[in-house]
């Protein structure tokens, strides 16, 4: 039983290349979510997912675009990258919404420079 | 502004028990959720209260006071592997999970 998974794991990433960070859950969990992890600073929600066919701006979206075809894939692309965009980053999954215990990928480590 | 306080670092000796705690200052709650985070890895899920009071689950007791903003996370008989980060996040009126930076716990034997 895979979980989520993410790919890949660290990537290292030129200024103003675009890069789609893969996600993958086979729990059929209708909400996912794409966060980033920056050292000093909470989790913070860049796009989100209620369900397939669905999805909606979190708190840092700017930069960064999601799409939703089907219930188990939720790539998170970045179409120019930045400096500012180094960090890692988590998909994760939920059965029902943020209220509900969240399963995380192992991360994607990306560096941008 | 919402907000998430915890302590970015504590110590404590194998065997011990510790007390990390969270103050929350967030526009409503509706929950507040504790992950734990090895170095390098995923976090996962511990915790959720929603209602005042202490939740045990073996070893991670998690205690909620709505009135005051304030939680704790407590770790008894502490093991090794205990050394992670402890994330706390609350659901807010809107139903969105805010986190704290995360404590950082060192077991030390």
């Known amino acids: 039983i895979a979980g989520i998974t993410q790919a890949p794991t660290s990537q290292i990433l030129a200024a103003g290349r675009r890069m789609t960070l893969r996600c993958t859950q086979d729990?059929?969990?209708?909400?996912m979510y794409w966060y980033r992890q920056d050292l000093g600073l909470g989790l913070r929600l860049i796009h989100y997912?209620?369900?397939?066919?669905?999805?909606g701006k979190g708190e840092v979206p700017d930069g960064y675009s999601v799409s939703r075809a089907n219930t188990d894939d939720f790539p998170l692309t970045l179409a120019s990258a930045v400096p500012s965009q180094t960090s890692v980053y988590f998909c994760?999954?939920?059965?029902?919404?943020?209220?509900?215990?969240?399963?995380f990928g192992q991360g994607t480590r990306l560096t941008v420079v | 502004g919402q907000n998430i306080d915890q302590p970015t670092e504590m110590t404590a000796t194998e065997g011990a028990i510790v007390q990390i705690n969270c103050t929350y200052q967030?526009?409503?709650?509706?929950?507040l959720f504790w992950y734990q985070q090895h170095a390098g890895e995923a976090p996962t899920f511990l915790s959720y209260?929603?209602l005042d009071g202490l939740e045990e689950k073996g070893r991670f007791s998690s205690f909620l006071s709505r009135s005051k903003g304030y939680s704790y996370l407590l770790l008894k008989e502490l093991q090794m592997k205990d050394s992670a980060s402890y994330l706390c996040?609350?659901?807010?009126?809107?139903?969105?999970?805010?986190w704290g930076a995360g404590t950082k716990l060192i077991i030390k034997p």
């Open positions: 994760a999954s939920s059965d029902g919404g943020q209220g509900s215990e969240a399963f």
């Open positions: 729990m059929r969990h209708n909400a």
């Open positions: 997912s209620n369900t397939a066919g669905t999805t």
């Open positions: 967030t526009s409503g709650f509706n929950g």
């Open positions: 209260n929603v």
């Open positions: 996040a609350v659901l807010d009126s809107n139903y969105q999970l805010i």
